[in-house]
């Protein structure tokens, strides 16, 4: 299953509100995962199942959708959110990622 | 602390060989699926490997197949990776991670990573 990723760059201030599209290449229900990554550091969890925050995650993420077409939001970007974003289909195997979306500061 | 420790990564030679292992802490690995993820400098994740809780089940990429094998020790809660015939596309940062499941599934959390180079 091929995840696709729009867009794969993007440039936004402090306060704006972002909103990252997966499109996935069959229905994978709810089977859908994003993480943020920062440069040399490892992945980290931030949804699941789509729409579930993951704990510790700070409620301005947010993740919708189910099937083909799935959504992340950050309400309000942060400094620390300025990070490359990846979702994640593990509805078969392999758990194919999405080719990811980086964050920067305009 | 729920902790993964990647180490074994290195400069080897195409054609060579090298082990990852994958310490883990924490919480009780052997009710765990666990799996490898890599990524090449400057690119994206790509999924590598994976293993069920008692080591019965195991998948590959296709990439990799033939080449590297996965493994793990539960009484050692330690999770292996072993790579021959590696290639010049091999060369990545490699990350274990744990597989959860609660309503979905996820990878949480993943270790620091480990880099492997193979380059003559």
């Known amino acids: 299953i091929q995840l696709t990723q729009s867009p794969s760059f993007l440039s936004a201030s402090v306060g704006d509100r972002v909103t990252v599209t997966c499109r996935a290449s069959?229905?994978?229900?709810?089977?859908l995962a994003w993480y943020q990554q920062i440069p040399g550091k490892a992945p980290n969890l931030l949804i699941y199942?789509?729409?579930t925050l993951q704990s510790g995650v700070p409620s301005r993420f947010s993740g919708s959708g189910s099937g083909t077409d799935f959504t992340l939001t950050i309400s309000g970007l942060q400094p620390e959110d300025f990070a490359t974003y990846y979702c994640?289909?593990?509805?078969?195997?392999?758990?194919?990622f999405g080719g990811g979306t980086k964050v920067e500061i305009k | 602390e729920v902790q993964l420790v990647e180490s074994g990564g290195g400069l080897v030679q195409p054609g060579g060989s090298l082990r990852l292992s994958c310490a883990a802490s924490?919480?009780?690995?052997?009710?765990?699926?666990m799996h490898w993820v890599r990524q090449a400098p400057g690119k994206g994740l790509v999924w590598v490997s994976r293993?069920?809780?008692?080591?019965?089940?195991?998948s590959y990429a296709d990439s990799v197949k033939g080449r590297f094998t996965i493994s793990r020790d539960n009484a050692k809660n330690t999770l292996y990776l072993q790579m021959n015939s590696l290639r010049a596309e091999d060369t990545a940062v490699y990350f274990c991670?744990?597989?959860?499941?609660?309503?979905?599934?996820?990878?949480?959390?993943w270790g620091q990573g480990t880099l492997v180079t193979v380059s003559s």
């Open positions: 199942a789509a729409s």
């Open positions: 293993i069920n809780n008692d080591g019965s089940s195991i």
């Open positions: 924490g919480f009780t690995f052997r009710s765990y699926w």
């Open positions: 994640q289909q593990l509805s078969s195997v392999p758990p194919t």
């Open positions: 069959q229905a994978i229900s709810s089977y």
């Open positions: 991670a744990r597989e959860g499941y609660s309503s979905g599934y996820w990878f949480d959390p």
